[in-house]
């Protein structure tokens, strides 16, 4: 049967080039295997990439180096090159070393490769090349664009195309999220990986950035980010533009509510709870002004807003008080002038003291007349 072909080229070359080898090391020489180490190392590259297969030899005594492919066809013979294949090259022969490079790697160049030392009998070393191809860009998909506070939305990564199947994570944030994650092979050996979160949001998360991370032997943190856009009710917040300090009566009231929503609040109402806002009450927008304060205006005041997610409000307290309620009020006492007379009242008393027991001491032995009671208050009050 005719062989044809760049296999068949390759075969008759190597049976060829073999024989040449034996002959030229004589059939009377002994080859000690043992003394020869034959290896080799596994390469992973990526796809486009170039990979380099590194035969070595220790203690070589002249015996034939060669490289095959997975389908065992000599790619190089020595430092001859018998595969037409241009893109394998001759990195470095030498009697201890065959290095090999094929450029731009593809899926059809993945397999075992052989580094084959021609003794008695012949040494073998292995060397797998395995093809990464990197996913591309992550895709995220969503169950919603826009979600309302307390509602749970539902988010979709896809990594589309890589081998070996890529790793999917989530982040919130600063947080981990937990995800549910299907692994699908396709046709040409390459993987699809689906990754899917669930979470309530709140209006916290308005903004928050959610990250899908792809992690890849060829590739490193391959990211895409969505934002989250949450709607959320109005906060509402009364602030007193006047007066500042107690509400009395014939003074003038101004309240602003203060609302802030997403949407926006499209309605701002005031209301007396339990009564009706006084007559003369003005309420221009978010603001509610009332003139000439009276008792009968005491009550509870209350904004309330309202959007498309809900609504809210805030509650002011009236008390009018007395025209002239603050006024004449007794002053604070200064305790550092209470403290200070007190010193000096207790320093006088100690100096009578010595001096009524210095006069006891002069007049030792005698009686001592015994000064009247208003006569020894005004030597006290003099001192």
């Known amino acids: 049967m005719a062989i044809t072909g760049s296999g068949s080229l390759a075969i008759s070359f190597s049976v060829f080039m073999?024989?040449?080898?034996?002959?030229?090391?004589?059939?009377?020489e002994t080859v000690t295997v043992d003394s020869q180490n034959l290896a080799t190392d596994n390469v992973s590259v990526i796809e486009g990439e170039t990979a380099t297969i590194n035969c070595r030899v220790r203690n070589n005594d002249d015996s034939v180096i060669q490289l095959l492919n997975p389908n065992r066809q000599t790619i190089y013979f020595r430092d001859v090159r018998p595969l037409k294949d241009s893109r394998f090259q001759l990195v470095n022969f030498s009697d201890n070393e065959l290095r090999v490079s094929l450029s731009n790697v593809s899926l059809s160049d993945e397999g075992r490769y052989v580094c084959q030392l021609y003794t008695d009998p012949p040494q073998e070393a292995y060397a797998d090349i395995?093809?990464?191809?990197?996913?591309?860009?992550?895709?995220?998909?969503?169950?919603?664009?826009?979600?309302?506070?307390?509602?749970e939305t539902e988010l979709t990564c896809i990594?589309?195309?890589?081998?070996?199947?890529?790793?999917?994570?989530?982040?919130?944030?600063?947080d981990d999220l937990t995800a549910e994650t299907t692994v699908e092979e396709t046709y040409d050996r390459m993987f699809t990986v689906t990754s899917r979160v669930r979470f309530s949001v709140t209006k916290e998360d308005d903004g928050v950035?959610?990250?899908?991370?792809?992690d890849h032997p060829a590739v490193k943190d391959l990211l895409t980010q969505r934002h989250l856009?949450?709607?959320?009710?109005?906060?509402?917040?009364?602030?007193?533009?006047?007066?500042?300090?107690?509400?009395?009566?014939?003074?003038?009231?101004?309240?602003?509510?203060i609302a802030e929503g997403k949407p926006h609040p499209h309605q701002i109402n005031w209301l007396r709870v339990d009564e009706d806002v006084p007559p003369h009450?003005?309420?221009?927008?978010?603001?509610?002004?009332?003139?000439?304060?009276?008792?009968?205006?005491?009550?509870?005041?209350?904004?309330?807003?309202?959007?498309?997610?809900?609504?809210?409000?805030?509650?002011?307290?009236?008390?009018?008080?007395?025209?002239?309620?603050?006024?004449?009020?007794?002053?604070?006492?200064?305790?550092?002038?209470?403290?200070?007379?007190?010193?000096?009242?207790?320093?006088?008393?100690?100096?009578?003291?010595?001096?009524?027991?210095?006069?006891f001491a002069r007049h030792k032995g005698k009686p001592a007349p015994v000064p009247p009671p208003r006569l020894l208050a005004n030597t006290l009050l003099r001192v």
């Open 209 to 214: 950035p959610v990250d899908c991370i792809v």
């Open 229 to 257: 856009e949450v709607l959320y009710k109005p906060e509402v917040k009364i602030v007193v533009t006047y007066p500042d300090g107690l509400t009395r009566e014939g003074d003038n009231l101004d309240l602003t509510c």
């Open 18 to 28: 073999i024989l040449a080898a034996f002959l030229h090391k004589g059939a009377a």
């Open 281 to 359: 009450a003005v309420v221009t927008g978010s603001d509610l002004y009332i003139e000439n304060l009276n008792k009968s205006y005491n009550g509870t005041y209350r904004c309330v807003a309202s959007n498309a997610v809900g609504e809210a409000y805030d509650d002011y307290v009236l008390y009018v008080y007395d025209s002239r309620a603050g006024e004449g009020a007794p002053q604070k006492i200064d305790h550092a002038v209470i403290g200070g007379v007190v010193a000096v009242v207790m320093f006088a008393i100690l100096c009578a003291l010595i001096v009524l027991g210095r006069y």
């Open 159 to 174: 990594s589309i195309g890589s081998k070996p199947a890529a790793s999917i994570r989530w982040m919130k944030g600063e």
């Open 130 to 151: 395995t093809v990464l191809v990197p996913p591309g860009s992550p895709i995220i998909e969503s169950r919603e664009d826009v979600v309302s506070e307390g509602n």
